[in-house]
């Protein structure tokens, strides 16, 4: 199994937020020498949930202070970007990477985001999927020329190309049924979330692959990403105590459908306790040896060869780091 950190920077507050920055590269620099295959940095806005609004940047620096590890967007909000300069950073940090960046692209979902930024909801998926297209054909052509709904190109030399031939590794990421048949019928690679529960996982996956099938791409050696978020203790009491500290917070300031442009999510169910199912459902929790059982559990039944994990402490990092992380490799 590979095993990867979905890396989030989220801030209370009560800390400058150059410490929030400071922890995670020191983590960061754990992830290199350690055997994680990717850093996947989680972009945000206008949001204490994670204080990263530009991943290009911050990958710039995580590629100066790391010698091995990969480093991957999860993801670029691809709808609020030019293509062009989007294709150009994401090439250069390739380049100066020694050719170790991950791409993963997204919509996005926050209200206060495309007002923001002045994107109509309704264009949103559209402007997404369109920008990726030309990102990819950027990439590939010496010149590009693109005539689309929202952009178009004529012999544009887009420099630089990226070190990794023909491009970086490419993901989309899909949440709802809609967004997982989109990408399954290009025949993109998906990224999975970490809101959704362990069983929506597997019945997402294995949309994926049926439409995949159907459209005649071909399913063996994929490899998804799955993000996980994760809650390791000394005791199962610990575990769960750093789970529903998590999970609070997750609810309160990111997974929260006053916060969605568009209906709520699927999995918000008006009367439930939205945290429970953050720990009942999703977080993987426990011990070090009960988190190990359960990744291995999730492998044989979910199909789990990806784990992109989000530590909800500190404590949960380094705990699987040093307990869980050498039985997975």
Same mark, same amino acid.
């Given at each position: 199994?590979?095993?990867?950190?979905?890396? #989030? #920077?989220?801030?209370?507050?009560?800390?400058?937020?150059?410490a929030v920055y400071e922890r995670a590269f020191a983590r960061i620099e754990i992830m290199d020498q350690t055997g994680y295959d990717c850093v996947w940095l989680a972009e945000h806005h206008f949001n204490?949930?994670?204080? =990263? *609004?530009?991943?290009?940047?911050?990958?710039? %620096?995580?590629?100066?202070?790391?010698?091995?590890?990969?480093?991957?967007?999860?993801?670029?909000?691809?709808? /609020?970007?030019?293509? !062009?300069?989007?294709?150009?950073?994401?090439?250069?940090?390739?380049?100066?990477?020694?050719?170790?960046?991950?791409?993963?692209?997204?919509?996005? /979902?926050?209200?206060?985001? /495309?007002?923001?930024?002045?994107?109509?909801?309704?264009?949103?998926?559209?402007?997404?999927?369109? =920008?990726?297209?030309?990102?990819?054909?950027?990439?590939?052509?010496?010149?590009?020329t693109y005539d689309g709904r929202f952009w178009r190109y004529d012999g544009i030399e887009v420099l630089p190309k990226p070190l990794q031939a023909p491009h970086p590794p490419v993901w989309l990421a899909?949440?709802? *049924?809609?967004?997982?048949? &989109?990408?399954?019928? &290009?025949?993109?690679?998906?990224?999975?979330?970490? @809101?959704?529960? %362990?069983?929506?996982?597997?019945?997402?996956?294995? @949309?994926?692959?049926?439409?995949?099938?159907?459209?005649? #791409?071909?399913?063996?050696?994929?490899?998804?990403?799955?993000?996980?978020?994760?809650?390791?203790?000394?005791?199962?009491?610990?575990?769960?105590?750093?789970?529903?500290?998590?999970?609070?917070?997750?609810?309160?300031?990111?997974?929260?459908?006053?916060?969605?442009?568009?209906?709520?999510?699927? %999995?918000?169910?008006?009367?439930?306790?939205?945290?429970?199912?953050?720990?009942?459902?999703?977080?993987?929790?426990?011990?070090?040896?009960?988190?190990?059982?359960?990744?291995?559990? !999730?492998?044989?039944?979910?199909?789990?060869?990806?784990?992109? =994990?989000?530590? !909800?402490?500190?404590?949960?990092?380094?705990? #699987?780091?040093? &307990?869980?992380? *050498?039985? !997975?490799?």
């Open positions: 199994m590979r095993v990867g950190v979905l890396q #989030f #920077f989220s801030w209370s507050r009560r800390i400058p937020l150059t204490t949930y994670s204080v =990263c *609004p530009s991943i290009n940047v911050m990958a710039a %620096h995580v590629a100066a202070r790391t010698r091995q590890l990969r480093i991957g967007m999860a993801v670029s909000l691809a709808a /609020f970007y030019h293509p !062009l300069r989007l294709a150009e950073e994401i090439a250069m940090i390739d380049v100066l990477s020694g050719g170790r960046v991950n791409w993963g692209a997204g919509r996005g /979902f926050d209200r206060t985001e /495309f007002e923001a930024f002045a994107v109509p909801v309704e264009e949103s998926s559209d402007r997404f999927r369109e =920008c990726v297209e030309i990102v990819l054909a950027a990439w590939r052509s010496e010149r590009l899909a949440t709802s *049924p809609d967004s997982i048949r &989109k990408a399954a019928e &290009k025949g993109y690679d998906i990224l999975q979330d970490p @809101h959704a529960t %362990h069983a929506d996982i597997g019945r997402k996956r294995a @949309h994926y692959y049926e439409v995949l099938r159907a459209h005649g #791409f071909a399913t063996e050696g994929r490899v998804i990403p799955t993000a996980r978020l994760l809650a390791v203790g000394a005791t199962d009491h610990e575990a769960d105590e750093i789970a529903r500290a998590g999970a609070s917070w997750t609810v309160m300031s990111y997974a929260n459908p006053t916060k969605r442009s568009g209906p709520p999510p699927p %999995h918000w169910v008006p009367g439930a306790d939205p945290v429970e199912r953050y720990m009942n459902e999703v977080v993987i929790r426990g011990t070090s040896d009960r988190v190990l059982d359960k990744i291995v559990e !999730l492998r044989e039944t979910i199909g789990l060869d990806y784990l992109m =994990c989000a530590p !909800l402490s500190h404590q949960s990092f380094m705990l #699987f780091t040093e &307990k869980v992380l *050498p039985k !997975l490799l």
